[in-house]
């Protein structure tokens, strides 16, 4: 499926979150779980600073949407993202049987920019979400967000 003006919009908020993030001292990446009906249900960013490097928030999506939504609302929901869901997330996400992802930056661009200056690799492979999670439904990358996330992620990563 291409991006809608609704996608490019929903992940300019996720944009906004990764920003968010970034300003407080954390990893820029943000998500937000929308409904079928086009609500947001739940919005939030990487929260790792903390200590947690599981503090991804496609992982508290797919947490909070097991005890807020049944089965079909899941299956009928939409996560749109800053980045693509690493493995931990996207495994999360189709274990919960959360609907269609939609991401601004793909992994496999992060991958290659942290190459490109030199800055350390995350410790789990870039693998993308087709790969881990073969039956989902996935859009992405938004080529209009792609040098705001190029540099977010550069103020943070970039050695
Ligand atoms: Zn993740």
Known sequence: MALSDEDIRR???????????????????????????????????????GGDATAHPELAIANWSVVNLTPAERAAA???????????????HA????GRIVFAASGAQLAQWLADWQAPQPPVAALPISTVAPRLAVDGPAPQYRDEMKALYAARFRP
């Not at 939409?78 to 999360?92: I, N, Q, R």
């Open 78 to 92: 939409t996560v749109y993202t800053s980045g693509e869901h690493c493995p931990m997330c996207a495994a999360a």
């Open 11 to 49: 992940l300019g908020r996720c944009v906004e979150l990764a920003r968010t993030a970034l300003d407080a001292g954390d990893e820029p990446f943000g998500s937000i779980l929308v409904d079928a009906a086009g609500r947001v249900l739940f919005e939030d960013h990487n929260h790792v600073a």
């Open 95 to 98: 274990w919960v049987g959360l």
